[in-house]
């Protein structure tokens, strides 16, 4: 079993920064794939980013590419979302969600994998 629990959400102007946070618990939380995905009003969830248990590979979404990173810290077993220069179309709600690893790293982009999810925090941006 493992919990994720995210922080860092709030309300920001456009072209600023934020880091969200998601502090996982549970036995074996650093063997698995951390990922965060997110959910505007009246859309489905979609994928942001993810990273394998060591941290050496990272997944991101094409259109978020170069604007945000992923990483984390296992010693802390917790994941970071770093985004930068945000837009009022990254407003949304933000989840993280953990996996096991996969022998196909495409499968990482999708909802159906993640065994287990935080319970999101709002990011909203303001124009």
């Known amino acids: 079993q493992v919990q994720l629990v995210e922080s860092g959400g709030g309300l920001v102007q456009a072209g600023t920064s934020l880091r969200l946070s998601c502090a996982a618990s549970?036995?074996?939380?650093?063997?698995?794939?951390l990922a965060w995905f997110r959910q505007a009003p009246g859309k489905e969830r979609e994928f942001v980013a993810a990273i394998t248990p060591s941290g050496g590979s990272t997944y991101y979404a094409d259109s978020l590419k170069g604007r945000f990173t992923i990483s984390r810290d296992n010693a802390k077993n917790t994941v970071y979302l770093q985004m930068d220069s945000l837009k009022p179309e990254d407003t949304a709600v933000y989840y993280c969600?953990?996996?096991?690893?996969?022998?196909?790293?495409?499968?990482?982009?999708?909802?159906?994998?993640?065994?287990?999810w935080g319970q999101g925090t709002q990011v909203t941006v303001s124009s």
């Open positions: 969600a953990a996996a096991p690893t996969r022998s196909r790293r495409e499968d990482y982009y999708y909802t159906y994998i993640y065994t287990y």
């Open positions: 549970g036995r074996t939380s650093s063997s698995y794939v």
